[in-house]
């Protein structure tokens, strides 16, 4: 049964910093991109960023570059997702979810908010 | 950047009822590379629909997707009452791939 399950998210003050991690089972992690999406409260749905299958290549959303890096460990079937430089409207629910262009796969998500 | 709009916003209906749901595209969407997710309150999004009309695995046969170009429509044949949620359309065949703004089938 493929699963992800994310965890890592928090209450962070702006400005701050957040690790989340993505544990993927069930499928061939190095043989997929992945991706995280983020859903504000009460939101739609927002693409974050992605990674393909190597870590060679990673994609970010505009507002984010600069400031979150994806990166992954395929020795550990792992995701990450560094957070540097939180602001206000960082705050959403984080999701994992195996790329295939369309996402088939998705975690539970992982709660951040930016907050003083 | 391609533009997704859904629409209706809400759609209220009852259960046995047809729900047609469109989804509309600023720009061409290149070999029907668009997808339909289903949001339950409080869980993630499921995989619906992927390649515009190809049903994802375990999906029943009553959600349906057709279109192409900058049009399309997710259709739910006859509504059971687990499919009140939020629906969304995403493209990806021209990056960054972009989620349109969200359907919600709510009980009449």
């Known amino acids: 049964e493929v699963q992800v399950v994310e965890s890592g998210g928090g209450l962070v003050q702006p400005g701050g910093s957040l690790r989340l991690s993505c544990a993927a089972s069930?499928?061939?992690?190095?043989?997929?991109?992945m991706t995280w999406v983020r859903q504000a409260p009460g939101k739609g749905l927002e693409w974050v960023a992605n990674?393909?299958?190597?870590?060679?290549?990673?994609y970010y959303l505009d507002s984010v570059k600069g400031r979150f890096t994806i990166s992954r460990d395929n020795a550990k079937n792992s995701l990450y997702l560094q957070m540097n430089s939180l602001r206000a409207e960082d705050t959403a629910m984080y999701y994992c979810?195996?790329?295939?262009?369309?996402?088939?796969?998705w975690g539970q998500g992982t709660l951040v908010t930016v907050s003083s | 950047e391609i533009v997704l709009t859904q629409s209706p916003g809400t759609l209220s209906l009852s259960p046995g009822e047809r729900a047609t749901l469109s989804c509309r595209a600023s720009q061409s969407v290149s070999s029907s590379y668009l997808a339909w997710y289903q949001q339950k309150l409080g869980q993630s999004p499921r995989l619906l629909i992927y390649g515009a009309s190809s049903r994802a695995t375990g999906i029943p046969d009553r959600f349906s997707g057709s279109g192409s170009g900058t049009d399309f429509t997710l259709t739910i044949s006859r509504l059971e009452p687990e499919d009140f949620a939020v629906y969304y359309c995403?493209?990806?065949?021209?990056?960054?791939?972009?989620f349109g703004q969200g359907t919600k089938v709510e009980i009449k």
């Open positions: 995403q493209q990806y065949g021209s990056s960054p791939w972009t």
């Open positions: 979810a195996r790329e295939r262009g369309y996402r088939d796969y």
């Open positions: 990674i393909k299958q190597d870590g060679s290549e990673q």
């Open positions: 069930g499928f061939t992690f190095s043989g997929y991109w």
